[in-house]
């Protein structure tokens, strides 16, 4: 292990720690419902993307990241143990789907064990489900008027697909800095247009979640956003 690889380390454990704080700390105001507080995690944690590129083996990941992480809201799903009755068992019984954050690691064990040289694929599937998703959550419960299916609206599905766009915009612009001044090597030019591939992201998000039921999203959306940026050149 190198150095980088502890700093991300730390990082990558850092922002986790500080999207539960956050979490804790909105919905102790009493203002923000359960739902609310574990989209806030998923997004939160999931900023790991603009980290993970630090790692210079992908068993690294695996072995002091995704699998104790996956391990760890595995018990979260079970009562009677002391990670089901911490805040994350909270979230994993009470807030959400029974599995859903545990399919949430096993999503990004998967994206670390099959698409380490493809960062930019696997962190545009990953904010797929992690903005995407919560953004189509809080947009359509806010505002959705117009439901379409699976109790899911045309507003909500609308915020899952130009949220998913605008931050994977965002993400190939990062790793487009960090190959032009020599710290990643890479790739972050898509055989399509940026906005193009953007909008298709978008587009294939938006499917999928109104199409997956309930947490089964959190498996179908990432592994099948990075296959379809993997598909264009990233």
């Not at 670390?112 to 696997?122: E, L, P």
Request: aromatic content about 14%; glycine content about 8%.
């Amino acid at each position: 292990m190198t150095n980088n690889d502890y700093i991300a380390l730390v990082l990558v454990y850092l922002i986790i720690v500080v999207a539960l704080l956050v979490s804790l700390a909105l919905e102790r105001t009493g203002r923000f419902e359960g739902n609310t507080t574990r989209k806030i995690v998923h997004i939160g944690v999931g900023n790991f993307v603009f980290v993970w590129w630090m790692f210079t083996e992908n068993w690294i990941m695996l072995v002091f990241f995704t699998i104790p992480f996956a391990i760890l809201l595995f018990l979260a799903m079970f009562k009677g143990n002391a990670i089901s009755n911490s805040k994350i068992g909270k979230i994993s019984n009470e807030d959400g789907h029974r599995t859903g954050l545990f399919l949430y690691a096993v999503s990004i064990t998967i994206m670390v064990a099959f698409f380490f040289h493809n960062w930019v694929a696997a962190s545009i599937g990953i904010i797929a489900m992690t903005y995407g998703d919560a953004f189509g959550s809080l947009v359509g419960k806010r505002w959705g008027k117009h439901k379409i299916m699976h109790h899911k609206s045309v507003e909500g599905t609308l915020a899952v697909m130009f949220s998913t766009a605008i931050i994977a915009f965002i993400v190939i612009a990062f790793y487009s800095f960090l190959i032009t001044n020599g710290y990643y090597v890479g790739n972050a030019t898509p055989n399509l247009p940026v906005p193009v591939v953007c909008l298709l992201a978008g587009a294939v998000t938006a499917v999928l979640e109104l199409l997956s039921p309930g947490q089964y999203d959190n498996l179908t959306i990432p592994t099948a956003v990075a296959l379809v940026m993997v598909g264009v050149g990233l």
